[in-house]
Nanobody
């Protein structure tokens, strides 16, 4: 399996920006699709964004569309999440995930590699 390590989280004021990174190592053959999920305290994990290997298939949750941008650098085995216009409701632990499907998926079950998560806190 691939190992996924997230970075870039932190504390930011509402309206600010952060860029999360997720570097994959090890058996990266199973990282055809990569995604970000998040989990806020007391809430279930939710899908944020996903991208396939070529970037031809990208999905966003409605709540982040037009504010967040997912991208990847295959040469570096890294996926990014650029988060702009952050809101307090974006506060959560953000998890990177990777899986073998061909098309970017919103379903957590389609991902079999998960990172440890990085905390994003947006103050009002």
């Amino acid at each position: 399996q691939a190992q996924l390590v997230e970075s870039g989280g932190g504390l930011v004021q509402a309206g600010g920006s952060l860029r999360l990174s997720c570097a994959a190592s090890g058996r990266t053959a199973g990282t055809y699709i990569m995604a970000w999920f998040r989990q806020a305290p007391g809430k279930e994990r939710e899908f944020v964004a996903a991208i396939n290997w070529s970037g031809s298939s990208i999905n966003y949750a409605d709540s982040v569309k037009a504010r967040f941008t997912i991208s990847r650098d295959n040469a570096k085995n890294t996926v990014y999440l650029q988060m702009n216009s952050l809101k307090p409701e974006d506060t959560a632990v953000y998890y990177c995930a990777a899986g073998p499907k061909l098309l970017a998926s919103r379903r957590g079950d389609d991902y079999d590699n998960w990172g440890q998560g990085t905390q994003v806190t947006v103050s009002s």
